[in-house]
């Protein structure tokens, strides 16, 4: 007898009628379920069962035995005292565990040459190293950028779009004394200076205009990690002619896009992350 709960199985080694690839089989009892959990992620509190089977799309008494089975399994716990579901602590291992597991800079470099694609420039990502913003993967673009940009390069935190992402999310102490080494020990104290990394933290984008070399451009984004903490920027370089700078843009749009794509796949949930 067929199991109700799962999905028809593939036949003709896995092809339809039409010899088209089909998707693997899977438990469709769990992915109703699941659509719960959904619920209580995107709700980032506890829910009464009215309102969690509704965020689901399902009524209470359909929800109502999943809910229970995943009480068994640690995956959501219910309140005594008000009733409403949260999600339970082996959801918050799974979640701890899986941040642990997620490696920003791979991630990050595997969507990088369909960025330089998209944009039409060199792109690269950078981490907070030993002596401040480092860069670890360049991705050159359609339209050749003749800069010492390379894998290792130092970015500054005052004059570069990179160096900027870092000098507004990162933590002040470790900022400013980067930028004593960099000997710009009093950056944080230039009014212009301290306005632009306010605009920065505001729009999550930072701009330069041929600050380090004329003709040549570059902004840059952030992206957070599951805690909230800057794990890395996204930058895109090129000639200022070719690089749209206003916010607005199709490559700035594209840029942070990529970028919260990213605080996403690492867990962040954060403001605008959406």
């Known amino acids: 007898m067929n199991d109700p709960t799962l999905h028809p199985a593939a036949t003709n080694g896995g092809t ?7 998707s693997p089989r899977g438990i469709q009892s769990i ?37 229970v089975s995943f009480g068994k399994l640690g ?19 799974l979640g701890l565990i899986g941040l642990q597991q997620v490696d920003p800079v ?5 969507q990088l040459p369909a960025l330089a694609a998209q944009l039409g420039c060199t792109v ?13 993967h360049v991705e050159h673009g359609p339209t050749p950028v003749h800069v010492a940009m390379r894998h290792g390069t130092p970015a500054s935190l005052r004059h570069t779009g990179t160096g900027k992402v870092f000098a507004a ?5 470790a900022v400013a004394e980067a ?8 950056a944080l104290d230039d009014p212009a200076f301290a306005a632009e990394l306010q605009d920065i933290r505001r729009e999550r984008l930072s701009r330069v205009r041929d600050e380090l070399l004329p003709g040549i451009s570059a902004m840059a984004v952030p992206v957070f990690d599951g805690f909230g903490r800057l794990a890395l920027a996204l930058a895109a370089i090129g000639p200022s002619a070719l690089l749209d700078l206003g916010v607005g843009s199709p490559q700035a749009q594209a840029l942070r896009a990529c970028g919260k794509q990213l605080s996403r796949r690492l867990g962040y949930t954060g403001a605008g992350a959406a």
Do not use: C, N
């Open 75 to 93: 995956l959501v716990e219910q309140d005594a005292v008000s009733g409403r579901y949260g999600l339970g602590p082996l959801a918050l291992q």
């Open 169 to 173: 999310f990162a933590p002040p102490q």
């Open 179 to 186: 930028l004593a080494r960099e000997g710009e020990a009093a």
């Open 124 to 136: 690269s990502a950078a981490v907070w190293g030993p002596m401040g913003p480092i860069i670890v």
């Open 16 to 22: 339809d009628d039409d010899g088209d690839a089909r």
């Open 31 to 67: 992915e109703v379920g699941g659509q719960l959990l959904k619920a209580l992620v995107r709700a980032g509190s506890a829910l009464a069962l009215k309102d969690l089977a509704r965020a689901a799309g399902m009524t209470p008494a359909k929800a109502h035995p999943y809910l």
């Open 106 to 110: 791979r991630l990050a470099v595997a």
